[in-house]
């Protein structure tokens, strides 16, 4: 019963956290946001539409290129198994911690950059280190529901299931989108 909820809940969390679409089309890996393919080093598409990304995510584009890349190694351990998903989770934090070094408080970006690596840290089984960035997301956002769905996640993990009914409460009175935190919360009072 454990492993059916832990699987049920991880493929809400992996279906309610779809990534945005294709950008460039075959310049970019799939499943990363456009923006990601005027950061850093990346060639291609219009001018205006570069200008365009650099207006909305400012001067830390140039060090954006990180972040897709931890999203690209995140979507390939997704979409693993064994030392290859340990390997590609690990590949994502590095990068991740990158991004979080360039990127200020209050940064339009840093809440979702933070539940990305509360996820890899999940997948990893660091879970107080999860908890802990997980919790800053939520702190600098408190109505961004995909931080609380993650932290739900690992609490579900290692089978707190009242801990993550908690969690979910909380983001669904918080959230101004609840449906998806509702789910889960469905379905882990379905696991009583």
Not at 16 to 35: D, I, N, S
Request: hydrophobic share 40%; charged share 25%; glycine share 10%.
């Amino acid at each position: 019963m454990r492993h059916a909820l832990r699987r049920s809940l991880i493929a809400i969390c992996l279906g309610v956290l779809p990534l945005p679409g294709m950008g460039q089309g075959k310049a970019l890996p799939a499943g990363l946001p456009e923006y990601c393919g005027y950061t850093f080093g990346q060639t291609g598409g219009s001018e205006a539409r570069r200008a365009y990304w650099k207006q909305m995510l400012g001067s830390e584009i140039t060090h954006l290129h990180h972040y897709c890349a931890a999203q690209n190694w995140i979507n390939r351990a997704r979409a693993a198994g064994g030392k290859d998903r340990t390997r590609f989770y690990g590949s994502s934090i590095q990068e991740l911690d990158y991004v979080l070094g360039h990127l200020k408080d209050g940064y339009v970006l840093l809440p979702e950059v933070l539940t990305r690596k509360g996820e890899a840290l999940i997948h990893l089984k660091r879970f107080a280190e999860a908890d802990e960035t997980l919790r800053r997301a939520i702190s600098l956002k408190p109505d961004y529901w995909p931080a609380y769905a993650r932290l739900a996640e690992g609490f579900v993990m290692r089978e707190r299931v009242d801990t993550a009914r908690e969690v979910l409460t909380e983001g669904v009175a918080k959230s101004k989108d609840p449906r998806m935190l509702q789910r889960m919360l469905d379905e882990l009072g379905k696991a009583r």
